[in-house]
């Protein structure tokens, strides 16, 4: 039975409660404004595991700066090992995330096109994604440019598409959003995206 520690990292969109296994970051989610102890988060997460409060030492202090670098703009690409359990299909669908490139969106339709599912079962996949942030579910919107569903609430992924100056924000693609440029070529609607790169992870 592994052993996890949890940990409650603060941000600009409100605690985040991580679990660190000696493999790597097995999950990351919104935890709310207010501080709640990680374990109490994380617990039901993990029903069959062993999940106590504690530090994560040089892991949790480098998934603590690399974080900390995201939210100032300083970091495109995490560089964090992770441990992510799930069906395989779900599992698909997380590697393909990490290949959106930073300051890009897609689209749950494109998504399922390229794994040969169905859009709601990439959904699904999207809702359940154990590491939020660095596995980039966020950067996944509707064929319209909506924002759809997100763990930590429609406001924190607007708040990181924001941040991340995603081509979707750039085209007032998404709702309340204005366009910054209507000329720019570097920039496409969200339903024609590529993959440009994976986004490192360990």
């Not at 039975?1 to 940990?7: G, I």
């Not at 790597?24 to 595991?49: C, H, Q, T």
């Not at 999207?126 to 609430?153: K, Y």
Request: proline share 7%.
């Amino acid at each position: 039975m592994k052993e996890l520690v949890a940990e409650a990292i603060p941000s600009p969109v409100g605690y985040l409660a991580v679990a660190l296994s000696p493999e790597g970051l097995a999950r990351l989610e919104f935890a709310g404004e207010k501080f709640r102890d990680p374990v109490s988060v994380l617990a039901p997460r993990f029903p069959d595991e062993v999940i106590i409060n504690g530090s994560a030492g040089e892991a949790g202090e480098e998934l603590r700066r690399q974080l900390d670098e995201y939210f100032r703009g300083w970091r495109r690409e995490f560089q964090i090992p992770l441990d992510l359990r799930g069906p395989e299909f779900r599992m698909e669908v997380w590697e393909e995330l990490q290949m959106i490139p930073y300051g890009m969106t897609t689209t749950y339709g494109r998504l399922a096109e390229r794994l040969g599912g169905g859009a709601r079962a990439v959904g699904g996949a999207c809702a359940s994604n154990p590491v939020s942030i660095v596995v980039p579910c966020h950067r996944v919107v509707g064929a319209d440019g909506s924002l759809r569903g997100f763990g930590g609430g429609l406001a924190a992924k607007r708040f990181l598409l924001e941040l991340e100056g995603a081509d979707a924000v750039r085209q007032g693609l998404l709702p309340g959003s204005v366009s910054r440029s209507t000329t720019d070529k570097k920039t496409a609607g969200p339903d024609v995206r590529r993959p440009r790169g994976r986004a490192q992870s360990g």
